[in-house]
C-alpha cells in the first residue's frame, strides 16, 4: 500500500483482488493515511484484528457493516483489559496491589498518551465511503444525511475513513435533531453541529445566566461564540444587541442556525474573525479552552488551548476593547491547576499584565460525571474542579 498527498487531499492505496485501488482519505485528526493497509471480513476474529491494528496495519472492512461495529468494541474491550498480574509494566504490581498513583501533571500527560494510542488502534478499522457517501455493505445504515452535514457537499468519489469516525458523525447528527435543553433559556435547546462543541455542561452557562450586568449595558462582545448559546442568553436577559466571533466556520454555521431557531438571529451579528471585533463594547465574555495542550482533532479546540494562545490573547487584548467603566467576563475551570499545567499565579499575572483587575469572581462546583467517577486516572483533580466567571475591568 502507498499513500499520497496533495495539496487539497490525501489519497489512500491499497491492493484487493490482484488490482490497486484508492480513494480519498478522510481524517478529523488530520491523520496521514495509513501505510499498511488489509481488507478482511466477518472471518478475522477480534484477537488477530487487535494484532493486526497494534503493529499499525489498517483493516479496511468487507464484511457485515453491523459486524464490523462489533469488532470496534471488541478493540474497545481489549484495549480496556487490565494487565494480568506480573505482566510487565501492568497496573498489577509485585503482588498484584496498585502502584502508587502518578502525581500531576504526570498523570495528565500519561492519561493523554494512553488516549492517543487507543485512538490510534482504534481508528485502524476502516470504511469505505462511496461518492454519495453511501456505505455498500450488508446491513449498512443510510447515513447520508449525517454525512452531508458533517463533511458538506458529496465529494463524487470514493473515500476511505476510520469506521468511529463514521460512527461519531451519526451521533453528532443525532445530538443535532435532538439539541440540549438549556435552562438558562427556560428550556429551549441548543442544538450542536458535528465539530462544534456542545454546552452538556451547563454550570458555565448557569454562571453567565446570573451574574450581574453592567450598567446600561445594550451591547456585548462574544468572543469564540461555538454554538451561540452564551449570546442567546445574554439577548434573552435584555442586552440589545451581540457581535460574536468565531474563527471555526462551522462554529458561526452552528451558531447562526440556533439563533434562527431561537428567533434571535436578527440581535445578533456573527463575524468570522480571530477574537475581537473592531470596537469597543460594555460587556465582552470569552469563555476559552480551559486546558493548555495541542489538540488532537477539530473537536478538541473546544477543550484543548495550546500554548494558552486564546485566553492569553483575549487578557491582552480586553483593555482596548472595553467601554468606560464596563467589564470582560472569563469563564474559565480551574481544572488546568490541579491538574498541574497552568498555575493560578501565571492567570493573575496575566490580569495583572494586562492592565486588568478582578472586580469578582463567582464559582459553581463541576457537575459532570467524571467528577463523581472515583475510577477516572485523573478524579483527583476533577472532584475539586470549580468553574469560575472573571469579572474583570480596567486598572
Known amino acids: 500500500m502507498t499513500a499520497a498527498a496533495t495539496t487539497t487531499a490525501a489519497t ?36 488477530a484484528a487487535y494484532r493486526l491494528a497494534c503493529e499499525g496495519t489498517a483493516l479496511l472492512w468487507r464484511g457485515d457493516f453491523h459486524n464490523a461495529r462489533q469488532l470496534l468494541l471488541a478493540l474497545q474491550r481489549r484495549l480496556a483489559r487490565t494487565p494480568r498480574k506480573g505482566d510487565k509494566g501492568g497496573q498489577g504490581g509485585k503482588g498484584g496491589k496498585a502502584p502508587p498513583a502518578k502525581p500531576f501533571p504526570e498523570a495528565f500527560h500519561l492519561h493523554r498518551l494512553a ?22 455493505l450488508r446491513r449498512a445504515p443510510d447515513w447520508r444525511a449525517a454525512c452531508t452535514e458533517a463533511w458538506g457537499p458529496v465529494p463524487g468519489q470514493a473515500l476511505v475513513m476510520p469506521l468511529r469516525q463514521l460512527l461519531g458523525a451519526n451521533g453528532a ?26 454546552p452538556v455542561r451547563g454550570e458555565y452557562v ?30 434573552r436577559r435584555g442586552v440589545a444587541r451581540i457581535v460574536a466571533t468565531d474563527q471555526d466556520a462551522r462554529a458561526l454555521a452552528c451558531a447562526q442556525d440556533n439563533l434562527q431557531r431561537l428567533g434571535l438571529a436578527a ?34 479546540r473546544a ?26 467576563w472569563l469563564i474559565l475551570s480551574d481544572l488546568a ?59
Not at 206 to 234: K, N, R
Open 115 to 136: 488516549q492517543a494510542q487507543r485512538a490510534r488502534v482504534l481508528s485502524m478499522l476502516l470504511i469505505e465511503l462511496a461518492g454519495d457517501y453511501s456505505v455498500a
Open 303 to 328: 477543550v484543548y488551548d495550546e500554548d494558552s494562545a486564546m485566553l492569553r490573547g483575549y487578557l491582552a487584548g480586553l483593555k482596548a476593547h472595553l467601554a468606560p467603566g464596563g467589564e470582560g
Open 267 to 300: 440581535q445578533v451579528q456573527l463575524l468570522h474573525t480571530d477574537l475581537f471585533p473592531p470596537g469597543q463594547a460594555p460587556l465582552i465574555v470569552c469563555n476559552p479552552p480551559w486546558l493548555p495542550g495541542r489538540a488532537s482533532s477539530a473537536i478538541e
Open 206 to 235: 448557569e454562571l453567565l445566566a446570573q451574574a450581574p450586568l453592567p450598567p446600561a449595558c445594550a451591547l456585548a462582545f462574544d468572543i469564540g461564540v461555538g454554538t451561540g448559546v452564551l449570546s442567546a442568553v445574554l439577548v
Open 12 to 47: 489512500l492505496s491499497w491492493h484487493e483482488q490482484g488490482q490497486e485501488r484508492s480513494a480519498l482519505w478522510r481524517s478529523e485528526s488530520m491523520a496521514t493515511p495509513p501505510r499498511r493497509v488489509q481488507c478482511v471480513d466477518d472471518t478475522l476474529n477480534a484477537d
Open 337 to 395: 491547576e490541579h491538574l498541574g499545567l497552568r498555575p493560578r499565579a501565571q492567570l493573575l499575572a496575566w490580569i495583572e499584565a494586562a492592565g486588568l483587575r478582578v472586580l469578582a469572581r463567582h464559582d459553581t462546583r463541576a457537575q459532570h460525571p467524571k467528577a463523581q467517577d472515583a475510577a477516572d486516572p485523573l478524579h483527583a483533580a476533577r472532584s475539586a474542579e470549580l468553574t469560575s466567571l472573571w469579572r474583570l475591568g480596567v486598572l
Open 173 to 198: 447528527h443525532e445530538w443535532r435533531k435532538k439539541g440540549v435543553p438549556i435552562p438558562a433559556l427556560g428550556g429551549a435547546h441548543i442544538h450542536p453541529h458535528y465539530g462544534v462543541f456542545s
